[in-house]
């Protein structure tokens, strides 16, 4: 069942079925969901057309007709340039407002022209500001530690502020004289010859991020959650984003948590087993921790930056680069994507690894509230993988395996879920 939506984006019309919607913040899934996917550009068709049936296969066995995904196509890229002359029509944002959420492959980075980062226009269009990274192991996954296993994190990245607000002017400029000029007014010198950027971070910016985290460690019973910071150095931003993080515990979920601090001066450091553990680490350390202690950390809440080049290594970790999900998530939006690029090279052979976008899709699932399919999916990629069953990637890194087109791929899947 679906109402009929009359509008048409992009000239395509809208497949019967129904708006996810939005309340406090938290999607309210209806049986039938629109979702608008971008398919991506250079290896994206493949991987998405390996992805979608993975998807509904999950879907359909989890559920059977009672549910089912409308997905509808949107235009983002190289293919909505070619076709609408533009690279992110504005129907394509209109599709993804309407129906708060969608998925992607990778995308292009257009260079020259003055165009931005598709995906970072994205972000901060729908003010997605929690970028989410669970990183786990596959079993069989070529990695390049002893007991990679043992790292099982979800990372909450801070999306919008930080260094990457996008606050810079290079060395000699108006802007960067002017500053450079009003700093020495407080007392601090500064280069002559230096470029200049801005590193903003707020306490909304950070408690609505700490806040998601808190909130997924609470609802998924995951034991910890890090506040990891550079605070040592950069007290009032960084400091600031670890106390606006414990703030943050206290003052809303103070039944449901705990600081480090209090656990081990009215507990004896025995964490109860209805509380998370709020604690915090300095960014460098954590570096070592997840390599030396990986097992004592569960979800990571951390500020741009950190969020950034912690993610990629924790991938790394568990030889889960370009399987690596990933998704932005706002208020009212989450676009769950690629965390690869295109991979253009590869265009069009049949041969890439479709994992990101199959496990960014059973992100989202979990996300909809769809747990079951969520785990078909991941039990059925974590079973073809241990078969040996693997793309071109893995392949060349393991012992023995048999080397699959991205399709054969998808159909290894679907059959390892029976
Ligand atoms: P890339 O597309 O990620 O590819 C670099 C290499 O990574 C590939 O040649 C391949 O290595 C490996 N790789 C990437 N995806 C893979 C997959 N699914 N399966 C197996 N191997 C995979 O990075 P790039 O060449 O620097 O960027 C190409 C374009 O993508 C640029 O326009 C860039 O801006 C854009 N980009 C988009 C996103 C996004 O949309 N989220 C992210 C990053 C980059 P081997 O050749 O060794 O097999």
């Not at 629109?34 to 250079?42: A, K, M, S």
């Not at 965390?339 to 049949?350: E, F, I, Q, S, V």
């Not at 399709?407 to 679907?414: C, K, L, P, R, Y």
Request: net charge neutral; aromatic share 8%; glycine share 10%.
């Amino acid at each position: 069942m679906g109402q009929v939506i009359d509008k048409k984006y992009n000239g395509l019309s809208v497949p019967s079925g129904e708006k996810v919607k939005f309340v406090n913040g938290k999607p309210q899934c209806p049986d039938k969901p629109i979702i608008p996917f971008i398919e991506g550009d250079g290896t994206g068709a493949d991987i998405w057309k390996a992805s979608k049936r993975v998807l509904d296969a999950a879907v359909e066995k989890a559920y059977g007709p009672k549910r089912s995904i409308a997905w509808f196509e949107v235009f983002a890229g190289e293919k909505a340039n070619n076709e609408f002359g533009s690279w992110l029509p504005e129907d394509s944002l209109e599709a993804i407002k309407e129906f708060g959420v969608a998925i992607k492959g990778p995308l292009t980075t257009p260079v020259g022209g003055g165009i931005r980062s598709l995906n970072v226009s994205l972000r901060q269009i729908f003010d997605l500001y929690c970028c989410v990274r669970p990183v786990r192991y596959f079993a069989g996954v070529p990695s390049p530690v002893v007991s990679p296993e043992k790292l099982d994190v979800v990372i909450f990245r801070e999306n919008t502020e930080d260094v990457y607000a996008g606050i810079e002017y290079p060395i000699d400029s108006a802007e960067a004289k002017k500053l450079i000029e009003l700093i020495a007014t407080f007392g601090k010198t500064i280069r002559p010859d230096s470029g200049i950027g801005v590193k903003p971070m707020s306490r909304f910016g950070s408690q609505r991020l700490v806040r998601r985290a808190v909130q997924y460690a609470i609802e998924q019973k995951r034991k910890s959650v890090t506040l990891v910071h550079k605070g040592n150095i950069m007290k009032f931003t960084e400091g600031a984003f670890r106390d606006w993080g414990y703030q943050l515990a206290e003052n809303e979920f103070a039944a449901a948590t705990i600081s480090e601090e209090k656990l081990w001066k009215e507990m004896e450091g025995k964490l109860p087993s209805d509380k998370v553990l709020v604690n915090d680490r300095i960014a460098d350390s954590m570096f070592q921790q997840v390599l030396l202690r990986p097992d004592e950390y569960s979800v990571i809440a951390t500020p741009n930056l950190n969020g950034d080049y912690l993610s990629d290594a924790c991938a790394a970790q568990v030889g889960g680069l370009g399987i690596a999900p990933g998704a932005n998530i706002g208020d009212n939006c989450a676009i769950f994507e690629a965390t690869h690029g295109t991979a253009p090279k590869y265009a069009g052979l049949d041969v890439i690894n479709p994992g990101s976008v199959i496990l960014s899709g059973a992100m989202m699932l979990e996300y909809l509230g769809w747990t079951e399919a969520m785990k078909l999916v991941h039990d059925a990629l974590g079973k073809t993988i241990q078969k040996k069953l693997v793309t071109y990637d893995f392949e060349r890194l393991m012992k023995g395996a048999t080397k699959l087109k991205t399709s054969e791929f998808a159909s290894a899947i679907i059959e390892n879920m029976a």
